[in-house]
């Protein structure tokens, strides 16, 4: 795999602007399968996990264009021919299991490969496939695919027994096009979650609850609407760089953001002594000469999210003192510890928890590895925060999930290349 090269960095200052939400743009632009007319998206990433969900849906028989550098995407999806999407692309992202909701509700039938566990956990799809059952299809497994059947779905009382992201999203789609009324339980209330709502919402679709826990949805005939889109903001990308210009001891903002999204990190941020100000759209930080140690325990949606763990922690290992990081949501995204281990942070990890005795200057630039895109990211904010250069090999990772970064770094002042040779000494993957 490819590499990027980080080179140690004092305070970082500036603003940069966030990109579209990586996380609510995927299952958007799966939506657009319920829809036989035409959908103009704004605020897309044009970000590699993306091409991958426009490639599903074009394998179906969508015709898509972009997303462009301006971030527009048009898909329509109104000849779709085809309701089983390839292997090959199930495989390289598993967010397109969320096709599974609206191809059965809107074709009556649904082949979507299982996609498997990955690097962070095992990830199974349970829930899923139990909120399809409850609306009313007939779910079988057959050679590593879930078949899904239902002539129409009906409206039901569908009780997700843990608020899955994804099994949310799906039951949502599905109970879009199902017979009447669909209360779904223990949904999900991540911002990503409510905008697959306003989504369906803005597609005539009316639902009630929306970013709460149960949500009711008046299931439709069809949806038959041209319309304009925009999605939301990138929650996780924003406080990446807040992380990052805190951390170096800078000060600066992340704009184009909703700051009520990302409440369970400032709030952690200002335990540490980090100076944080919230404005209309953006947030300030400012990082303090010493940062305080402090404790995180990740959970859904409002609690400390999963996908900013990596990254808190890089933090936590150069601040002044013991802290402790609980990772409850994927078992194993730990990943980044052994590689902070290997740059000078001290760290034990047992059980999913690390204990981390932070140091100030602690980090110096080796050559590292990522084995997730947040764990990417995170090994980026230790480059910045050790002396000298880090090699991380996990370009392609970082490509899934953050547009522009070495632009976005190098406006706060940072130097972040990206090199498609592998680093030396590791084999071409
Ligand atoms: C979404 O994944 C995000 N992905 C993840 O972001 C994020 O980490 C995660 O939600 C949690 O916030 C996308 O939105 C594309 P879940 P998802 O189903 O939907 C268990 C990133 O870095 N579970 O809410 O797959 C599961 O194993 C990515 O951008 C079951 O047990 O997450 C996990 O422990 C990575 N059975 C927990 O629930 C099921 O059927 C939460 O997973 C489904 C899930």
Same mark, same amino acid.
């Given at each position: 795999?490819?590499?990027?090269?980080?080179?140690?960095?004092?305070?970082?200052?500036?603003?940069?602007?966030?990109?579209?939400?990586?996380?609510?743009?995927?299952?958007?632009?799966?939506?657009?399968?319920?829809?036989?007319?035409?959908?103009?998206?704004?605020?897309?990433?044009?970000?590699?996990?993306?091409?991958?969900?426009?490639?599903?849906?074009?394998?179906?028989?969508?015709?898509?264009?972009?997303?462009?550098?301006?971030?527009?995407?048009?898909?329509?999806?109104?000849?779709?021919?085809? +309701?089983?999407?390839?292997?090959?692309?199930?495989?390289?992202?598993?967010?397109?299991?969320?096709?599974?909701?609206?191809?059965?509700?809107?074709?009556?039938?649904? =082949?979507?490969?299982?996609?498997?566990?990955?690097?962070?956990?095992?990830?199974?799809?349970?829930?899923? +496939?139990?909120?399809?059952?409850?609306?009313?299809? =007939?779910?079988?497994?057959?050679?590593?695919?879930?078949?899904?059947?239902?002539?129409? $779905?009906?409206?039901?009382?569908?009780?997700?027994?843990?608020?899955?992201?994804?099994?949310?999203?799906?039951?949502?789609?599905?109970?879009?096009?199902?017979?009447?009324?669909?209360?779904?339980?223990?949904?999900?209330?991540?911002?990503?979650?409510?905008?697959?709502?306003?989504?369906?919402?803005?597609?005539?679709?009316?639902?009630?609850?929306?970013?709460?826990?149960?949500?009711?949805?008046?299931?439709?005939?069809?949806?038959?609407?041209? $319309? =304009?889109?925009?999605?939301?903001?990138?929650?996780?990308?924003?406080?990446?760089?807040?992380?990052?210009?805190?951390?170096?001891?800078?000060?600066?903002?992340?704009?184009?953001?909703?700051?009520?999204?990302?409440?369970?990190?400032?709030?952690?941020?200002?335990?540490?002594?980090?100076?944080?100000?919230?404005?209309?759209?953006?947030?300030?930080?400012?990082?303090?000469?010493?940062?305080?140690?402090?404790?995180?325990?990740?959970?859904?949606?409002?609690?400390?999210?999963?996908?900013?763990?990596?990254?808190?922690?890089?933090?936590?290992?150069?601040?002044?003192?013991?802290?402790?990081?609980?990772?409850?949501? @994927?078992?194993?995204?730990?990943?980044?510890?052994?590689?902070?281990?290997?740059?000078?942070?001290?760290?034990?990890?047992?059980?999913?928890?690390?204990?981390?005795?932070?140091?100030?200057?602690?980090?110096?630039?080796?050559?590292?590895?990522?084995?997730?895109?947040?764990?990417?990211?995170?090994?980026?904010?230790?480059?910045?925060?050790?002396?000298?250069?880090?090699?991380?090999?996990?370009?392609?990772?970082?490509?899934?999930?953050?547009?522009? $970064?070495?632009?976005? @770094?190098?406006?706060?002042?940072?130097?972040?290349?990206?090199?498609?040779?592998?680093?030396?000494?590791?084999?071409?993957?």
């Amino acid at each position: 795999m490819a590499s990027i090269i980080v080179r140690g960095c004092g305070p970082l200052q500036g603003t940069v602007s966030a990109s579209g939400s990586k996380n609510a743009a995927l299952p958007i632009i799966a939506a657009c399968l319920l829809n036989d007319r035409p959908v103009h998206l704004h605020n897309v990433p044009a970000l590699e996990d993306v091409r991958i969900m426009r490639e599903v849906l074009s394998s179906l028989g969508a015709r898509c264009s972009g997303p462009d550098e301006h971030g527009r995407m048009s898909i329509d999806c109104a000849a779709i021919s085809r +309701t089983d999407p390839p292997y090959e692309l199930v495989n390289r992202m598993r967010a397109s299991f969320v096709t599974l909701g609206p191809l059965l509700a809107r074709f009556g039938h649904a =082949e979507v490969p299982l996609p498997g566990g990955c690097q962070i956990g095992a990830r199974p799809v349970g829930e899923h +496939t139990a909120a399809m059952k409850a609306l009313g299809a =007939e779910i079988t497994q057959e050679a590593g695919q879930i078949v899904a059947r239902a002539e129409r $779905l009906q409206g039901a009382e569908v009780f997700l027994s843990i608020a899955s992201v994804g099994a949310t999203q799906n039951a949502l789609m599905a109970a879009a096009l199902a017979e009447g009324r669909s209360v779904i339980h223990n949904a999900a209330r991540e911002p990503e979650v409510a905008e697959v709502c306003s989504f369906l919402a803005a597609m005539g679709v009316e639902i009630e609850g929306i970013g709460t826990s149960i949500i009711t949805v008046h299931g439709q005939g069809g949806i038959s609407r041209e $319309l =304009e889109y925009s999605v939301i903001p990138d929650r996780i990308e924003a406080g990446t760089y807040l992380l990052a210009i805190a951390g170096s001891g800078g000060s600066g903002s992340v704009a184009n953001i909703i700051p009520a999204h990302l409440e369970a990190l400032t709030s952690k941020m200002r335990e540490m002594g980090i100076t944080v100000e919230e404005g209309r759209d953006s947030i300030s930080v400012s990082g303090p000469p010493e940062l305080l140690p402090t404790d995180i325990r990740t959970a859904a949606h409002p609690g400390f999210p999963t996908d900013l763990q990596p990254q808190f922690s890089v933090l936590l290992t150069i601040a002044n003192g013991v802290s402790q990081v609980s990772e409850t949501v @994927f078992e194993r995204r730990m990943g980044h510890f052994p590689e902070l281990t290997r740059m000078g942070a001290t760290v034990k990890t047992a059980n999913g928890t690390a204990v981390i005795q932070g140091r100030p200057g602690c980090l110096s630039g080796v050559q590292v590895d990522a084995f997730d895109l947040r764990g990417a990211a995170a090994m980026v904010l230790a480059g910045l925060f050790a002396e000298g250069e880090t090699v991380i090999s996990g370009l392609d990772f970082i490509r899934r999930g953050y547009e522009h $970064l070495p632009e976005k @770094f190098a406006s706060l002042g940072g130097s972040v290349r990206f090199s498609d040779e592998p680093a030396i000494g590791q084999s071409a993957q």
